[in-house]
């Protein structure tokens, strides 16, 4: 079953501080996996997308890494700021069809 | 705005009410979606069209109903909700459905709220 799973579920860190988030998945064939910055309130917005050849890409203070071998990626937030408080979802795209698998998402609440 | 603005933001409702949720978008995309967000569960994808023609209903039920009159207009005709269809419903687009290396660009969603 095409599943994907995300942790921690919630987290809190202080304003600076770094913080990384966990997306492990179970998708097979594997096309590409994206992160999703959602505020409260408003619709999910593309932080970044990653194709199998591609182990690290950066969004600014935003780096996400895929490891396609063990099915896991991590999205690393430098320097966080207040406006970093929100949910971010993977998502991951199986190679046949369009159908996107959606994880729960992580709730991050940088505080001052 | 992201380019796909959806309305109302807000919407509370009776069961036994007719009402509709509208999406626009302003990105020349060729695919729309519907989908739903409960709290604690990952998003629902619910309808797709592909150039005007409808590519998925993901089992929804009947009192859901979708229409897309053209590529930048979808709207979702709601009667005799339940209480447990309270959620997000979010409108998204994209360049086109058969791609799966399309992005998907999302609006702000509408509140439901059935009573």
């Known amino acids: 079953k095409n599943q994907v799973e995300q942790s921690p579920q919630s987290l809190i860190i202080l304003e600076g501080k770094n913080c990384t988030l966990q997306c492990n998945y179970t998708v097979s064939p594997f096309s590409n996996l994206r992160w999703y910055k959602q505020d409260t309130g408003r619709g999910p917005v593309s932080l970044t997308i990653?194709?199998?050849?591609?182990n690290t890409k950066s969004n600014g203070r935003y780096t996400a890494t895929l490891d396609a071998d063990t099915k896991q990626s991590s999205l690393h937030i430098t320097a966080s700021q207040l406006s970093d408080s929100a949910s971010y979802i993977c998502v991951v795209s199986a190679k046949a069809g369009t159908a996107l698998i959606f994880g729960k998402g992580t709730t991050l609440s940088v505080s001052s | 705005e992201t380019g796909v603005t959806q309305t109302p933001r807000h919407l509370v409702m009776g069961m036994t009410n007719k009402k509709s949720l509208k999406c626009e978008q302003h990105?020349?995309?060729?695919?729309m979606y519907w989908y739903k967000q409960s709290a604690k569960k990952p998003l629902e994808l619910m309808f797709v069209?592909?150039?005007?023609?409808?590519?998925e209903n993901n089992s929804v039920p009947s009192r859901f109903s979708p229409e897309c009159p053209n590529s930048s207009h979808l709207f979702l005709h709601l009667h005799t909700l339940q209480p447990e269809d309270s959620a997000l419903y979010l409108c998204?687009?994209?360049?086109?459905?058969?791609?799966?290396?399309?992005?998907?660009?999302f609006g702000a969603g509408s509140r439901l709220t059935v009573l």
């Open positions: 990653m194709t199998f050849s591609e």
């Open positions: 998204a687009s994209s360049h086109d459905s058969s791609s799966g290396a399309n992005v998907l660009t």
């Open positions: 990105l020349g995309h060729n695919a």
């Open positions: 069209y592909n150039f005007k023609e409808q590519t």
